[in-house]
């Protein structure tokens, strides 16, 4: 095992003190057309408050459907500068969690739920493709690797990929061998696991900034550096910003994490903060541990790593814990976390110790807005004008695009497959209040780092990190008892 990280000079980056790599490297290529913050009063047919990948996903679905809208989307920074651009870049499914949706929804309605969110991988490579947008994306799947014989959730289990087969789904998840697992990479961790094929890597940012593109060309108004105050309820309703407002007959609210301040969503969710590191170029070093696809990978621990490799062969890297935010206070604590970055960092040193010597030329974090059941909602609220699609739970990029298809149907009040869904509604579960939530949360996050560390050298987990870790999940377990047939109307 590696030394802890507080005993071992860091190998990371501080992060926070510049954007992502993937918004760098976005914005290197293509900064593309000015977006100035509003400074007057405008009218909208509707309003779409956040610029990431829900809010730009729905501005497109919505005038492909109705080219006569009028949208505005307003953004406090630049689009792609919050989770949309600061993500690992992995269009996945939801098969790993198939056991679990289907808890939670019902039969029926999980596989109906993974199938969608499926189809939306191949279905987001071939919008890139119709729209010339160059995202680096690669539709190759994704390996979910056992680092250890006592992993039992995630990707990288057996279970997930029998209670696929039983239900006639074998080919979404296949399980592999120590031996398979090690021609997509060859690390000495891998015991076992299994392969997704509904799954992608993808450079996030500039699929988002190719979102902005291709909205822009079609009419959607854009307003970056336009930071929203307030949302006055009314026909039309208001929305308020520092230097201007929107009269909207539709408003919709994709603000991620950030809405965790917002009156009506503060016990929707909880927030967390993951980072990412990335490394120099190493072509070389990529081939010498058999690299040579764009395959995603995730370990099954229950804080796991996950990385991939980017098209200028370098690997980037996040997970093995978290950082926790109190409230909606996102701050230094969601971006400038140290000890967060340099745990990835030692992930991968630890995954393949043949990269030993490597140098870390990048390293950033962002919130996560991390619902009770673990998969998001959407929420329609104050007489049918307001159209919420908060939850993303560190998913996001399948499922803010089908997310785009849910909340364009609401918005134009059609009753189709994308408004049956069973993640329609408001949030299954809350989070604890504050002052409650943060050191519960931190309380989790430690006993399932600390379990992990335990595991890894051989050593039990021990029953007061069983107990805490696992709380969240038990009370998701709970929640599945609670999801009523009404969010099915």
């Known amino acids: 095992m590696l030394r802890p990280a507080f005993l071992a000079p860091a190998l990371s980056p501080a992060p926070g003190f510049e954007r992502s790599f993937w918004l760098q490297e976005a914005l290197a290529a293509d900064p593309g057309e000015p977006c100035p913050p509003l400074s007057t009063r405008v009218r909208a047919d509707v309003c779409i408050v956040g610029g990431g990948f829900a809010g730009l996903w729905t501005a497109n679905e919505l005038i492909e459907?109705?080219?006569?809208?009028?949208?505005?989307?307003?953004?406090?920074?630049?689009?792609?500068?919050?989770?949309?651009?600061?993500?690992g870049g992995f269009f996945s499914s939801s098969w790993w969690d198939l056991p679990g949706l289907c808890r939670l929804f019902g039969e029926d309605h999980g596989i109906r739920y993974a199938t969608r969110l499926a189809d939306e991988v191949a279905e987001a490579g071939r919008w890139c493709e119709r729209h010339g947008v160059d995202a680096w994306f690669h539709h190759e799947g994704a390996l979910g690797a056992r680092t250890g014989t006592w992993q039992e959730s995630g990707a990288a289990t057996d279970d997930a990929a029998v209670f696929a087969a039983e239900r006639g789904l074998a080919d979404r998840m296949t399980r592999l061998s120590a031996k398979e697992c090690r021609t997509f990479a060859d690390s000495p961790r891998f015991v076992g696991g299994a392969f997704m094929r509904d799954s992608a890597t993808v450079q996030p940012a500039r699929l988002a900034r190719g979102l902005r593109r291709v909205a822009l060309e079609r009419g959607v108004s854009i307003f970056e550096g336009t930071r929203v105050r307030s949302i006055r309820h009314g026909r039309p309703g208001t929305v308020v910003a520092d230097a201007g407002a929107v009269r909207a007959d539709?408003?919709?609210?994709?603000?991620?994490?950030?809405?965790?301040?917002?009156?009506?969503?503060?016990?929707?969710?909880?927030?967390?903060?993951?980072?990412?590191?990335?490394t120099e170029p190493i072509p070389d070093r990529l081939e010498e541990i058999g690299w040579t696809t764009h395959v995603g990978i995730a370990d099954g621990r229950d804080m796991l790593y996950y990385l991939r490799r980017t098209d200028d062969d370098r690997i980037a890297i996040g997970g093995g814990t978290t950082g926790v935010i109190y409230g909606g206070r996102i701050g230094r604590r969601a971006t400038h976390d140290h000890h967060v970055a340099?745990?990835?960092?030692?992930?991968?040193?630890?995954?393949?110790?043949?990269?030993?010597?490597?140098?870390?030329?990048?390293?950033?974090?962002?919130?996560?807005?991390?619902?009770?059941?673990?998969?998001?909602?959407?929420?329609?609220?104050?007489?049918?004008?307001?159209?919420?699609?908060?939850?993303?739970?560190?998913?996001?990029?399948?499922?803010?695009?089908?997310?785009?298809?849910?909340?364009?149907?609401?918005?134009?009040?059609?009753?189709?497959?994308?408004?049956?869904?069973?993640?329609?509604g408001p949030p299954i579960g809350r989070a604890p209040p504050e002052p409650l939530r943060f050191p519960l949360l931190r309380a989790a996050v430690w006993a399932l780092e600390t379990g992990d560390a335990r595991q890894?050298?051989?050593?039990?987990?021990?029953?007061?990190?069983?107990?805490?870790?696992?709380?969240?999940?038990?009370?998701?377990?709970?929640?599945?008892?609670?999801?009523?047939?009404?969010?099915?109307?």
């Open 250 to 278: 539709a408003v919709v609210l994709t603000t991620g994490a950030w809405a965790a301040g917002w009156p009506g969503f503060r016990t929707a969710f909880g927030n967390i903060a993951d980072h990412m590191v990335v």
């Open 456 to 489: 890894d050298a051989g050593r039990g987990r021990g029953l007061v990190r069983s107990v805490i870790g696992y709380a969240p999940l038990r009370n998701r377990e709970r929640l599945r008892a609670h999801r009523g047939d009404p969010r099915m109307s």
């Open 65 to 87: 459907r109705e080219p006569s809208l009028r949208i505005a989307l307003l953004e406090q920074d630049i689009c792609a500068s919050g989770a949309s651009g600061r993500n």
């Open 342 to 424: 340099d745990v990835a960092a030692r992930g991968l040193l630890w995954l393949f110790p043949q990269l030993e010597g490597v140098r870390f030329t990048h390293a950033w974090g962002g919130p996560i807005d991390m619902t009770a059941s673990f998969v998001p909602f959407f929420q329609t609220l104050h007489g049918g004008k307001v159209h919420a699609g908060l939850g993303f739970s560190g998913h996001g990029l399948a499922q803010t695009r089908l997310g785009g298809r849910i909340l364009a149907s609401l918005v134009l009040g059609t009753r189709d497959e994308w408004t049956t869904l069973p993640v329609i």
